[in-house]
């Protein structure tokens, strides 16, 4: 087994606590689209891009509007709530991780956000120059659950998939580190809804419990 020597952040529902917003702008463009999705439909957008979730949306009650324009007003809504008001915030325990894990490891970002806006909450939060490389739903072919992304972050790190250890709230971001070949931290944030973490390596339902003793241990 190869010894960690990388740990790859999610950003939604891991830095920060970004999945209630998500979840409520996304509900209102539902409404002005004249749909009611449920709440299983929801949930199992939890991790994906929301390019992939729009054109889900759009392919099953065959919209006639184009997922690009969707994701764009989506992505509008989010960064005005983002920069104009204090309602997403850092999660809870994520700056004491990255002060416990950036001089141990090689910290990198991976999400299924567009890099248009991972780069806006890197800014907010004063987290560019914790993350300087990451990558964005918006620079691969395919959505979590495939590997695809976490794949191409460990190729331009230049670092072996077996040393690295991925922390993620939801199922399909578990579910790609582990096809990834890399290792599994389920983080259990109700915030993002029930989701299935049981193929993660360890589960832990707060970032406290993320040390470099537990990683060690993986």
């Known amino acids: 087994m190869n010894k960690i020597s990388t740990v790859i952040f999610d950003m939604d529902g891991v830095l920060v606590n970004s999945e209630p917003v998500h979840q409520r702008l996304e509900k ?28 889900f ?4 009650y065959k919209l006639l509007h184009k997922p690009e324009e969707l994701l ?17 915030k850092l999660m809870e325990g994520a700056w004491d ?9 090689h910290l990198l970002l991976a999400s ?32 979590k659950p495939n590997p695809e992304i976490f794949l191409k972050i460990a190729e331009q790190a230049a670092v072996d998939p077996g ?10 971001g578990v579910s790609a580190a582990k096809s990834a070949g890399m290792m599994a931290i389920g983080f259990q944030n ?24 537990l990683i060690q241990q993986l």
């Open 97 to 105: 991780l990255i002060d416990r894990l950036e001089n141990f490891y």
């Open 190 to 213: 109700h915030h993002s809804g029930t989701q299935n973490l049981e193929n993660a390596d360890i589960v832990v339902d707060g970032l406290e419990e993320i040390t470099v003793e």
């Open 28 to 55: 209102e463009m539902y409404e002005e689209l004249g749909l009611n999705l449920t709440y299983e439909e929801q949930q199992s957008f939890v991790g994906m891009s929301a390019m992939d979730s729009w054109m």
């Open 72 to 88: 764009v007003k989506g992505r509008e809504k989010y960064l005005k709530v983002l920069l104009d008001t204090d309602e997403v």
């Open 163 to 172: 040393e690295c250890v991925v922390i993620e709230d939801a199922r399909h």
């Open 112 to 143: 299924s956000a567009t890099s248009v806006t991972i780069n806006e909450v890197l800014g907010k939060f004063n987290l560019r120059d914790k993350f300087p490389l990451y990558i964005g739903g918006d620079m691969v072919n395919a959505s």
């Open 57 to 60: 949306v759009v392919t099953k």
